[in-house]
């Protein structure tokens, strides 16, 4: 455990309370969770609600709270900037910067959430993000009674995926895969494996968590905790190396490509939509297998 933890929670109030344009403080995530799986390893989460949202975007403000060991932001959310800072000891706290009347004039809508369908595209988008990240718990540390009381009105949601949204990552997998091999074949090894981990393994991921939660099964989003939601089989099928060498490439292609057949057969299944193999691709996946393994894919 770092040693900055012990006096974290005390110093980020104390910091926060002394920022006039700071509105509120939120913790979130798993810290902020009843039954939340917390360990060592669990980093800090916060939503940061202020007047001037500029000061906070290039993650300056993040070296007033103790040693720190690195800074990033990049865009979260829509329009939002997400801090991550790496103090002493690898503790590690994220920041969403948001804008103060967004979220008053969000879970203001809340208070009325009948009338959804009236609202703005935007503030549509707005709320779910918030019921999305808020609504498994959340701690105010800086606002008080009036922004508890605006929290408490945000009920947990999961945006099912929809018939579009499983077409299309089909489409992208299979269409990615093609580009991934290829570039196997041709000898460009790292795109190969940027493009198996970029896209592939992410839609992989994507497909495996709906299937999860289909069956009645708890999972994350971005592969957390994959380990203790995947079956067995799923476990076995997405353990593979990537190294640049064009024989791991292509096994790595070909174990991928079978878990995500499976999983996406399961998933049109569950919600009865149409399953397209795309047998085209596989086939012609197969035949470059073979010509790699006999050395006469083309370069």
């Known amino acids: 455990m770092s040693r900055l933890q012990d006096g974290w929670d005390a110093a980020l109030s104390a910091w926060a309370h002394g920022r006039d344009d700071i509105r509120a403080l939120v913790q ?17 989460d916060y939503q940061l609600i202020t007047t001037r949202p500029e000061r906070y975007g290039d993650g300056s403000f993040c070296r007033a709270l103790g040693p720190c060991w690195a800074v990033g932001a990049h865009e979260a959310f829509g329009n939002c900037v997400k801090v991550t800072a790496v103090y ?12 103060h009347l967004e979220v008053l004039i969000a879970t203001a809508a809340l208070r009325w959430p009948k009338t959804e369908l009236l609202w703005p595209r935007i503030l549509r988008r707005g709320v ?13 540390i800086k606002g008080g009674a009036p922004w508890e ?7 947990p949601y999961r945006a099912a995926m929809t018939e579009k949204e499983f077409e299309g990552l089909c489409g992208n997998f299979w269409a990615q895969l093609v580009w991934a091999a290829k570039k196997a074949a041709r000898g460009e090894f790292r795109a190969s494996q940027r493009g198996i981990h970029e896209h592939l393994i992410e839609t ?37 190396g990537t190294r640049p060498d064009p024989a791991a490439l292509m096994n790595a292609l070909e174990k991928i490509a079978g878990v995500f057949l499976g999983t996406s057969a399961a998933v049109a299944a569950a919600k009865g939509w149409r ?22 894919a083309p370069r």
Not at 149 to 155: G, K, M, N, V
Request: hydrophobic share 45%; no cysteine.
């Open 28 to 44: 979130i995530g798993s810290r902020a969770q009843k039954g939340g799986a917390v360990d060592s390893w669990s980093d800090y």
């Open 88 to 99: 002493e000891g690898a503790l590690e706290a994220d920041f969403v910067v948001l804008r």
């Open 149 to 155: 009381a605006r929290y408490s009105r945000i009920a």
């Open 204 to 240: 992989g991921l994507r497909m495996l968590q709906e299937e999860a939660l289909l069956s009645g099964r708890q999972a994350y989003p971005l592969g957390r905790r994959a380990e203790l939601w995947l079956t067995r089989e799923q476990l076995e099928g997405t353990a593979f």
């Open 128 to 140: 779910s993000d918030l019921r999305i990240v808020v609504a498994p718990g959340w701690k105010v």
């Open 275 to 296: 399953h397209d193999e795309y047998a085209e691709v596989r086939a012609w996946l197969a035949g470059s297998m073979s010509a790699i393994s006999t050395g006469k």
